[in-house]
């Protein structure tokens, strides 16, 4: 075999002869082979490798694939991703991670195209409804607007709160808004006809701090919600007979994040620095303990897909066998990957089966306030009050890059339906859009007179975003 290489650019990298053959394995993100080694030609290009895993892991012939080897992407042949290697030895095996890639591709939001005005103290939250048509917005006047994105006017103002309203969530059929406020109630508003049902839910005594739905594959009627409160405590709540349920004691401390897993179970971080794991009969599972400090945000690789199942791309019939169907395809057989962020300045990855985490993630040089990870679970990008975002291995946690370019602590960020950007909130009073693939800033969001609070991007469709802040305005933004 050839071992003679060849320099092609000024820049040191080097190649290997045409005729040279390599051995390759090709490994899923979970680190398993799906075929023990392959004897290719350093020439095979990406689009080859597509048909060689296609038949061997026996995938949809659409289905289109990422290849990367030290978290670097195979762009053109092996041959170029193989000379990015200088410690790589031919009679050793070359090993390729590979993704799925989403089937579309989301424009960025370079645009501002509303204001809106309404509200008449800070915009505290921000959801679309799933397929973008509807935008709802929680304020401090203690209202909840909804906004057609059509024509980017008013819907409706939704009464009832007699507090800030601090969080919402649409339910996963979007047939209702449950809101939570801080004076502790809960809401739950029937969009249809944009009345509050009965009453506001009393129980908390503290102010509430999420808001979760039971995901659509457990529940397909939608009837169970659960919200978290400064208490310490989470109330499941029937929809039907607007009832608490369950009250979990879960934490001696504030609940600051609460999120309802595909799993069945329910998942709250707290300011006592643990994160507790939950069935819905109030039976803790396990305690996850790591961190050293508050617990600020937690996030699941699930929750784009739990959020989206039910619906499909240009159709808003509700499938309930369809949300089962995606929900196991990106699970694959394995457990939920949650990951957690917190004032003590790491991250870390967890599953519910260990109370012990995979991994901790450091580097940020402040509290870090916010996790999110990428829809297709691939990724996992933090906010951090040092003005960063830094962009993680969704399934090992390796840092992969660090943003900089706020000036001031961010607060939230939301991704593109096909995981390829990132839209950051910051105190400094704008948006930013970040490119995943080029790992740097794409444009600047100016337009906010003042913090920017809360983002959101379209999930289904994403071609818009929309954001809230001190200014009290609705910003929408498009490509």
């Given amino acids: 075999m050839d071992q003679t290489k060849k320099k092609i650019k000024p820049n040191q990298i080097t190649l290997l002869a045409p005729d040279t053959r390599v051995f390759v394995t090709l490994i ?67 090993s390729l991670t590979y993704h799925p890639q989403s089937l579309f591709r989301i424009q960025p939001i370079t645009r501002q195209t509303a204001a809106l005005e309404g509200h008449e103290q800070p915009v505290l939250c921000v959801q679309f409804k799933t397929h973008g ?4 917005t929680g304020s401090g006047d203690t209202t909840i607007r909804l906004w057609d994105m059509l024509t980017e006017t008013p819907i409706a103002t939704l009464q009832g709160h007699k507090n800030w309203v601090l969080c919402l969530a649409w339910s996963p059929d979007c047939k209702y808004i449950a809101s939570g406020s801080h004076d502790g109630q809960v809401c739950i508003w029937d969009v249809q006809t944009n009345q509050l049902k009965g009453q506001p839910l009393k129980g908390h005594t503290k102010w509430v701090t999420s808001i979760a739905w039971q995901p659509m594959h457990l529940d397909e009627e939608c009837t169970l919600v659960a919200s978290s409160s400064k208490d310490g405590c989470i109330r499941i709540w029937s929809r039907i007979s607007l009832s608490c349920l369950i009250v979990i004691n879960a934490h001696q401390k504030a609940i600051t994040k609460m999120l309802w897993g595909g799993q069945g179970y329910i998942y709250s ?20 303990k790591g961190h050293g400090h508050w617990v600020n945000s937690i996030a699941l690789h699930t929750d784009y897909t739990i959020r989206c199942a039910c619906f499909s791309e240009g159709n808003t019939d509700i499938n ?60 996992i990008v933090s906010a951090s009050f040092d ?93």
């Avoid at 694939?65 to 200088?86: G, V």
């Avoid at 707290?270 to 305690?287: H, P, Y």
């Fill in 28 to 94: 899923n993100p979970y680190g398993e082979e799906a075929q023990k080694s392959l004897e290719l030609s350093v020439n095979t290009t990406k689009q080859e490798l597509q048909s060689i895993l296609q038949q061997l892991v026996k995938t949809e012939e659409d289905q289109v694939y990422s290849f990367f080897h030290n978290n670097i992407e195979l762009l053109d042949t092996l041959n170029q991703l193989i000379a990015s290697d200088p410690e790589y030895k031919l009679e050793n095996t070359f």
């Fill in 387 to 479: 003005k960063s975002l830094r962009i993680w291995d969704g399934y090992n946690g390796t840092w992969i890059a660090t943003l900089r370019g706020h000036v001031g602590s961010v607060y939230q960020v939301s991704w593109s339906s096909d995981s390829r950007y990132m839209l950051s909130a910051s105190k400094d009073s704008t948006l930013k859009l970040w490119s995943l693939q080029k790992k740097k800033l794409a444009f600047d969001l100016p337009g906010h007179a003042d913090e920017v609070y809360a983002v959101d991007w379209a999930p289904i469709g994403g071609e818009k975003a929309g954001s809230g802040g001190k200014d009290r305005r609705v910003k929408i933004w498009r490509h």
């Fill in 269 to 288: 971080a707290s300011e006592d620095t643990t994160i507790g794991v939950w069935n819905k009969t109030g039976k803790r599972v396990q305690e996850l």
């Fill in 133 to 136: 048509d509807i935008l709802a």
């Fill in 320 to 379: 309930t066998k369809q949300a089962k169907v995606f929900y196991d395809k990106i699970l694959n057989g394995k457990n939920e990957r949650l990951v957690s962020a917190s004032d003590d300045q790491t991250l870390m990855l967890w599953e519910y089966t260990s109370s012990k985490p995979k991994v901790r993630m450091t580097g940020h040089q402040q509290q870090v306030n916010h996790v999110q990870f990428s829809p297709d679970g691939r990724y």
